[in-house]
């Protein structure tokens, strides 16, 4: 019996001793936080503080491209609006009213909102067509957000760096190959296979620049498709030539 008591009264103790734990132990109330959402999660493609628009591989008639970049925030909504800050980087090369305009009137997180959409109009102006320019744009703290996550660090040896709130977009008009084009996988390059790529496999022609390891995971996949698909307008009479006259495949292995 003596024993059953001496237990009782432990489970007593403890429970008391906890529950005045509980009650000095702070509330964590930290700063509300902002980012660029892709630079953390995107679809499609890897997450990336940058992307290139290049209108290479547009008809003529196109003249302006729309660019969408998500903010998000870390933190409790709101019930009421709130402004975020965001700064051109000195560094960027296009210009503001010439290369590019914002389709935003206010940057803010809209009422009972985590997110947000900055939209910005790309112009296809003449200079792109040879040299490539680039808009950085900087969140910056202010009295609604601050800049708690700035990146990550994504290689220890060399200390490449990943920014959460610097965002790099590269804007040019440069018919030439893409930097994840594999002559092995994809066979010689040529302006009407990688818009006919894009075309079947559902893609933009961008990815074929910054789709990144999620896209050189499926060059393999990608070639045996494309080849599949122009095997059967082959058979059916409609081959597919490309620009040099031949019948158009991917590499040599497919």
């Given at each position: 019996?003596?024993?059953?008591?001496?237990?009782?009264s432990?489970?007593?103790?403890?429970?008391?001793?906890?529950?005045?734990?509980?009650?000095?132990?702070?509330f964590?109330?930290?700063?509300?936080?902002?980012?660029?959402?892709?630079a953390?999660?995107?679809?499609?493609?890897?997450?990336s503080?940058?992307?290139?628009?290049?209108?290479?591989?547009?008809?003529?008639?196109?003249?302006?491209?729309?660019?969408?970049?998500p903010?998000?925030?870390?933190?409790?909504?709101?019930?009421?609006?709130?402004?975020?800050?965001?700064e051109?980087?000195?560094?960027?090369?296009?210009?503001?009213g010439?290369?590019?305009d914002?389709?935003?009137?206010?940057?803010?997180?809209?009422?009972n909102?985590?997110?947000?959409?900055?939209?910005?109009?790309f112009?296809?102006?003449?200079?792109?067509a040879?040299?490539?320019?680039?808009l950085?744009?900087?969140?910056?703290s202010?009295?609604?957000?601050?800049?708690?996550?700035?990146?990550?660090?994504?290689?220890?040896?060399?200390g490449?760096?990943?920014?959460?709130?610097?965002?790099k977009?590269?804007?040019?008009?440069i018919?030439?190959?893409?930097?994840?084009?594999s002559?092995?996988?994809?066979?010689k390059f040529?302006?009407?296979?990688?818009?006919?790529?894009?075309?079947?496999?559902?893609?933009?022609?961008?990815?074929?620049?910054?789709?990144?390891q999620?896209?050189?995971?499926?060059?393999?996949?990608?070639?045996?498709?494309?080849?599949?698909?122009?095997?059967?307008?082959?058979?059916?009479?409609?081959?597919?030539?490309?620009?040099?006259?031949?019948?158009?495949r991917?590499?040599?292995?497919?």
């Open positions: 019996m003596k024993k059953l008591i001496y237990i009782f432990l489970i007593l103790l403890t429970s008391v001793v906890m529950n005045a734990c509980k009650k000095d132990l702070p964590y109330n930290g700063d509300v936080g902002i980012y660029f959402l892709p953390i999660q995107s679809s499609g493609s890897a997450v503080d940058s992307t290139l628009i290049s209108f290479a591989f547009a008809k003529e008639s196109v003249k302006d491209s729309i660019f969408r970049l903010v998000q925030i870390i933190g409790a909504v709101s019930a009421s609006g709130r402004e975020y800050k965001l051109i980087d000195p560094t960027s090369t296009a210009k503001e010439v290369h590019f914002f389709v935003n009137t206010k940057f803010e997180i809209k009422p909102q985590l997110q947000d959409t900055i939209k910005i109009k112009h296809r102006t003449i200079d792109i040879n040299q490539r320019l680039t950085k744009l900087n969140l910056v202010n009295e609604n957000f601050k800049t708690v996550m700035p990146g990550v660090v994504t290689n220890t040896t060399t490449a760096k990943r920014s959460y709130i610097g965002y977009i590269k804007v040019d008009d018919f030439g190959m893409p930097s994840l084009w002559n092995y996988f994809f066979g040529s302006k009407k296979k990688i818009v006919l790529m894009a075309n079947v496999l559902g893609l933009t022609v961008s990815q074929f620049n910054d789709g990144g999620a896209f050189l995971n499926k060059e393999n996949y990608f070639a045996l498709f494309v080849q599949r698909y122009l095997n059967d307008l082959a058979a059916a009479g409609q081959t597919v030539y490309d620009e040099d006259g031949t019948p158009m991917m590499g040599d292995n497919f």
